[in-house]
């Protein structure tokens, strides 16, 4: 029995992991959107969410080391004004409503961020595992609009 649920188990895993892959693999670029503002405003501000997941791992282990946290901060928070930059603008308006689900995914990152910053400090819980659905649907959603997969 014990055997059973240990492949079953396993066979579990295993879809999951191949199911999530394209997800997280580099995004592709359909023929036409390549020099478009859309994919530099995507990478960007995946990167963004890359950096808050690794922020937000050092809150973990509290107490959080208040030097490492603040690195960390400052460095999410950097990214996060880089995807800023880049999601202006737009030449098409898929385009550019691709960037505004960016944008509004940056923004729940930097409310993420702001609430992580509290709990570092001890002075409140943080719910930024409940924020990541929504940061994630709205780089979902600019993905598509910009003509990713």
């Given at each position: 029995m014990r055997k059973l649920l240990?492949?079953?188990?396993?066979?579990?895993?295993?879809?999951?992991?191949?199911?999530?892959?394209?997800?997280?693999?580099?995004?592709?670029?359909?023929?036409?959107?390549?020099?478009?503002?859309g994919p530099g405003c995507l990478m960007a501000a995946e990167s963004a969410n890359s950096s808050l997941a690794e922020a937000t791992r050092l809150l973990l282990s509290m107490p959080v080391d208040?030097?490492?946290?603040?690195?960390?901060?400052?460095?999410?928070?950097?990214?996060i004004s880089s995807a800023e930059s880049a999601c202006t603008g737009g030449t098409t308006d898929a385009e550019r409503t691709g960037m505004e689900d960016a944008r509004?995914?940056?923004?729940?990152?930097?409310?993420t961020l702001a609430e992580g910053?509290?709990?570092?400090?001890?002075a409140g819980g943080f719910q930024g595992?409940?924020?990541?659905e929504g940061i994630d649907n709205?780089?979902?959603?600019?993905?598509g609009k910009f003509g990713l997969r």
């Open positions: 240990i492949v079953a188990a396993a066979i579990a895993l295993a879809v999951w992991y191949l199911r999530k892959a394209p997800k997280d693999a580099t995004p592709t670029v359909s023929a036409g959107v390549a020099m478009s503002p208040s030097s490492k946290w603040s690195d960390a901060e400052s460095r999410v928070s950097s990214a509004a995914a940056l923004s729940l990152m930097r409310a910053a509290h709990a570092a400090l001890g595992a409940m924020r990541q709205r780089l979902s959603a600019a993905r």
